[in-house]
């Protein structure tokens, strides 16, 4: 269940940010990969991880 919800605070995300994330979390790639991967500053990866994560955590947060 609390899986389920995890995935679906994911597909609720901007592409943008779901990108990132995926990209550091779960592919394991370091900030500065995914930086040249996307063609962004290594600060926009990381403000958009730290937005993510700030969002996810509220979501989930309302959850439990």
Sequence with gaps: ESND???EGL?????????V???DHF?????????RF???TLS???WRLL????SLKVKL???F
């Design 5 to 7: 919800m995890l995935w």
């Design 11 to 19: 597909d609720r995300l901007t592409p943008e940010y779901r990108q």
């Design 21 to 23: 994330l995926l990209l």
């Design 27 to 35: 592919a394991d790639y370091p900030q500065q990969d995914i930086a």
């Design 38 to 40: 996307l063609g962004l």
């Design 44 to 46: 926009t990866v990381k």
């Design 51 to 54: 937005r993510v994560r700030q």
């Design 61 to 63: 947060e309302e959850v």
